[in-house]
Antibody, heavy 126, light 107 residues
Framework: QVQLVQSGAEVRKPGASLKVSCKAS????????MHWVRQAPGQGLEWVGI????????YYAQKFQGRVTMTRDTSTSTVYMELSSLRSEDTAVYYC???????????????????WGQGTLVTVSS | DIQMTQSPSSLSASVGDRVTITCRAS??????LNWYQQKPGRAPKLLIY???SLQSGVPSRFSGSGSGTEFTLTISNLQREDFATYYC?????????FGPGTKVDIK
């Protein structure tokens, strides 16, 4: 079965950066897109971006351009999301989430988010 | 960016009720519309994809319809485990965007 296991909670000061990991298992890692979505406390869901684990190509929401970097390690079936220049508004639960469709059957922006990790709470506070 | 709206923002219902949630997109998105259920402290769960396709393992009391800019999620015969927040989301174009959510609670 599809499993996405994320790294543990993080606390950072404003201006710092952090890197969250998401280890995938139960399927062929390079065959499905991986999304990152965040949720601020008591708020709704916000899409951060997507990575193609096969090619490493990425697409980020414009809001996060210049501050976010998504990478992958195919040897360990792990994707990473690094966010820099952190501010208090970045306090949120960050989820990795696998696409439903094979990457060869769907254009990048149209991947359906189907399977979610457990979330990683990131707290930014001085 | 495509803006998604949902109505109502919250509703109270009883076990056995039929519940309908509406989602509207700010521009046409064909059938690239998905519905998620989220319970407190948990990750969202995909219920409906491509506007009307039931995700594997999801009970058949959940159904979706619509295309273009207006969509609905219907829960027939509401069960206790269905009390949660529901989000619509468009996957027509990047950035993918979510609606603000509809909280369904017990009357």
């Amino acid at each position: 079965q599809v499993q996405l296991v994320q790294s543990g909670a993080e606390v950072r000061k404003p201006g710092a950066s952090l890197k969250v990991s998401c280890k995938a298992s139960g399927y062929t890692f390079t065959s499905y897109y991986m999304h990152w979505v965040r949720q601020a406390p008591g708020q709704g869901l916000e899409w951060v971006g997507i990575i193609n684990p096969s090619s490493g190509s990425t697409y980020y929401a414009q809001k996060f351009q210049g501050r976010v970097t998504m990478t992958r390690d195919t040897s360990t079936s792990t994707v990473y999301m690094e966010l820099s220049s952190l501010r208090s508004e970045d306090t949120a639960v960050y989820y990795c989430a696998r696409g439903k469709e094979d990457i060869f059957l769907v254009a990048t922006p149209r991947s359906t988010i189907a399977y979610w990790g457990q979330g990683t709470l990131v707290t930014v506070s001085s | 960016d495509i803006q998604m709206t949902q109505s109502p923002s919250s509703l109270s219902a009883s076990v056995g009720d039929r519940v309908t949630i509406t989602c509207r997109a700010s521009q046409r998105i064909s059938s690239y519309l998905n519905w998620y259920q989220q319970k407190p402290g948990r990750a969202p769960k995909l219920l409906i994809y491509a506007a009307s396709s039931l995700q594997s393992g999801v009970p058949s009391r959940f159904s979706g319809s619509g295309s273009g800019t207006e969509f609905t999620l219907t829960i027939s015969n509401l069960q206790r485990e269905d009390f949660a927040t529901y989000y619509c989301q468009q996957s027509y174009s990047a950035p993918q965007t979510f609606g603000p959510g509809t909280k369904v609670d017990i009357k």
